[in-house]
Nanobody, 125 residues
Framework: QVQLVESGGGLVQPGGSLRLSCAAS????????MAWFRQAPGKEREFVAA????????RYANSVNGRFTISSANARNTVFLQMNSLKPEDTAVYYC??????????????????WGQGTQVTVSS
């Protein structure tokens, strides 16, 4: 059974940092694209960042580029999202997702097959 489990969310002040983790199990994710999405209250789930199955290609949403960094370990069975210079508008539930290699080239939630349960990130003073 495929499982993606996120951790590391919490409450942080504006300008602060958090590191999210996603532990993937149930199969080898070495040939999968891995991504982070987020969903704020009343809004649609949106793309944040993705890492190619090769591990050497990364992409980011414009809103987080330069502040967030996606990385992976254990052949994509663990994925991280380092979030720096956090802003109140980053407040959302953050989801880890896995999809076929080609999913990396898309930002649509429909391109990803497996999802975690989400972890809450709140940026507030």
């Amino acid at each position: 059974q495929v499982q993606l489990v996120e951790s590391g969310g919490g409450l942080v002040q504006p300008g602060g940092s958090l590191r999210l983790s996603c532990a993937a199990s149930g199969r080898s994710f070495g040939s999968y694209a891995m991504a982070w999405f987020r969903q704020a209250p009343g809004k649609e789930r949106e793309f944040v960042a993705a890492i190619h199955s090769s591990g050497d290609r990364l992409r980011y949403a414009n809103s987080v580029n330069g502040r967030f960094t996606i990385s992976s370990a254990n052949a994509r069975n663990t994925v991280f999202l380092q979030m720096n210079s956090l802003k109140p508008e980053d407040t959302a539930v953050y989801y880890c997702a896995a999809g076929a290699t080609g999913s990396y080239y898309y930002t649509s939630v429909r391109r990803y097959d497996y999802w975690g349960q989400g972890t809450q990130v709140t940026v507030s003073s």
